[in-house]
């Protein structure tokens, strides 16, 4: 379906944005909403529609409820209101597009790359970040936070005023009060679920020091090209935040988990135990194929990275998890994937998202555990010190641990997955004998 383009007698009717993109004007249904002869027996919906001239799909519609779950009319409108108003502000003043589904950046001769597709010291800080962003090296599974967290930088930073700033001027301040800036933007910031539940945003010590790794690391690439002469994100002290104690299954948990998803989904049960058993990071084991495992040798080849430096590693299989292991072989070619669409063999690997979603879906909502699927991980590992105790002393078992879980020293182990660890001290401080008399 052909889409035609508006003349410049009806785009004065449009809003002008960023870039030669413009939408329609913001309309509601029913369109008497503002009265008191407006009606609240059927659904309200607020729409208009988003050109962006550059883009293949050039018109996107967009429709907006949320106000539907007030029966009251009065509550209703309101609620109306403040949808539109923070339409606008998303739109309008912090020039998100819809259809590429990011902040846009101002587009001029000045924030446009040389013949090479550089940016220079004079390019503005958003286009530098983009561009640090684009050309860097990113592990796949920390670009998406990083791209996440550059969204709500760059929207900031256009507020404050910073946005164009020659990026070899940016200084810890702007950084600093960039990142304070998304706090407030985080806490004003009221959202409606998918249940039509309001939820304000959330700002805490633990997401301004991610801010501060995931922006140091674009401004970490920025001076390695030298682009900038330095980071300023150096020197920005990271805030105390509280160590939770992680959320791990019960007996019974697992007993349910088991047996409900044996029987409702066997593929993503598979895919479980052999997860738990394996030690592995999900990424890890998703990019396994056939041809990279030895059963006779009870292992496989994985590729890890650590340091900054990939390095191929020959990781072991537990015998109690042969059984599956070999089952899935025989379903698979040797170039296939082990765990690809639907979690069966396949031509292509799957994100590690996909398993998070379907935990989520499966375990989290529909049986009403709380703990996320990375604690089979630690889990596994924390029984394996347990039983390798019984044989061999504390450290030892460690050392020998350490090996399934992709890290090269026991600090990770100690301080992030032997979840008992704690319990382990504190029990050698119940057992202490000295006396005061």
Sequence with gaps: MLIKKASKKEKKKYTQLL????????????????????????????????????????????????????????????????????????????????????????????????????????????????????????????????????????????????????????????????????????????????????????????????????????????????????????????KKSVKKIRLTLSNQERKIINETLYVEDYYFWRTLMIFFHSGARRKELLLVKAEDVDLEKLGYKTIIKKGGLYQEVFKPIKEIAKELWQEVLSEAKLEQYLFSRGLKPGNKSIRPENLTKRWRRKVKIKLGVKADMYCLKHMNLTEMIDELTEVMNLKKAKETVIALSSHTSTAMLDNVYDVKAQDRKDAIVRKAKNTFA
């Design 19 to 238: 870039n030669g993109c413009y939408r329609t004007e913001i309309k509601v249904s029913p369109s008497n909403w503002k009265t008191a002869a407006a009606s609240t027996k059927k659904n309200w919906l607020i729409w208009y529609r988003f050109y962006d001239p550059s883009n293949e799909l050039f018109v996107l519609p967009i429709k907006v409820r949320g106000m539907n779950k007030f029966s009251s009319l009065e509550q209703r409108q309101a609620e109306t209101q403040i949808l539109i108003d923070n339409e606008k502000d998303l739109i309008d003043v912090k020039n998100y597009n819809p259809i590429i589904k990011d902040y846009m950046l101002l587009v001029t001769p000045e924030t446009q790359t040389d013949e090479v597709g550089e940016a220079s010291e004079d390019s503005p800080l958003n286009y530098a970040l983009q561009w640090a962003f684009d050309n860097g090296e990113i592990a796949e599974d920390t670009k998406v936070d990083v791209k996440s967290k550059l969204k709500y930088f760059k929207a900031a930073a256009t507020k404050l005023k910073f946005d164009e700033l020659p990026i070899m001027q940016v200084r810890r301040k702007h950084v600093r009060l960039i990142l304070e800036q998304i706090g407030k933007d985080k806490l004003r910031t009221v959202h409606t679920d998918k249940k039509g539940n309001k939820k304000r945003g959330i700002w805490s010590s633990s997401l301004f020091n991610h801010f501060v790794g995931n922006m140091g690391m674009l401004f970490g690439i920025l001076d390695e090209y030298e682009v900038t002469d330095h980071n300023p994100c150096h020197g920005i002290k990271k």
